[in-house]
């Protein structure tokens, strides 16, 4: 079982990179995503898709927490 939902992980990484004046593209290029990184963040903030801990490390500096 997981520490924490998809979507309240979503809607933090949403609300923080908003703060941050971010897009999605931005974000998921910080977090070193490839081709389609806002796609990525979008399905991130979806709460359709958990990112890896690679991935989850790399936002969370994106975004500076």
Do not use: W
């Not at 796609?39 to 898709?49: C, K, P, Q």
């Amino acid at each position: 079982m997981s520490d924490y939902s998809n979507k309240a992980l979503g809607q933090i990484v949403r609300e923080r990179r908003e703060a941050k004046n971010l897009t999605q593209a931005e974000l998921g290029s910080g977090a070193r995503y490839g081709k389609g990184a806002d796609v990525s963040i979008s399905r991130i903030e979806a709460g359709t898709v958990r990112p890896g801990t690679e991935k989850l490390a790399g936002i969370a500096n994106t975004l500076g927490l």
